[in-house]
């Protein structure tokens, strides 16, 4: 099992960037596909991005795409979320997540292996 703890959330600017990152402990890290996730107040929790076990593919909602990047250093057991361009509607609390497949944390076929604690990230306009 993975246990993931998440930090970089804050206050910022429309148009400004924060990244978040999301450290897991456990040996298996590297064997986990890892993603981001984001629940606004009275929405659903809904996928931003993910990242293969090995880095090699990464995967985005359309909303974020070409303003978030999503990378992952297996040697320090870390997965990040840079945001850059952020605007209002980004506002939500991000929950880091691993799962063997990047796939089922897209498609949600089932449970989410491991979720962190969450980290607010507020945008003001």
């Known amino acids: 099992q993975v246990q993931l703890v998440e930090s970089g959330g804050g206050l910022v600017q429309a148009g400004g960037s924060l990244r978040l990152s999301c450290a897991a402990s456990?040996?298996?890290?590297?064997?986990?596909?890892m993603g981001w996730f984001r629940q606004a107040p009275g929405k659903e929790r809904e996928f931003v991005a993910a990242?293969?076990?090995?880095?090699?593919?990464?995967y985005y909602a359309d909303s974020v795409k070409g303003r978030f990047t999503i990378t992952r250093d297996n040697a320090k057991n870390t997965v990040y979320l840079q945001m850059n361009s952020l605007k209002a509607e980004d506002t939500a609390v991000y929950y880091c997540?691993?799962?063997?497949?990047?796939?089922?944390?897209?498609?949600?076929?089932?449970?989410?292996?491991?979720w962190g604690q969450g980290t607010q990230v507020t945008v003001s306009s």
């Open positions: 997540a691993a799962d063997p497949s990047e796939t089922n944390m897209m498609e949600r076929w089932g449970p989410i292996a491991a």
């Open positions: 456990g040996r298996t890290f590297s064997s986990y596909a």
């Open positions: 990242i293969r076990w090995s880095g090699s593919s990464t």
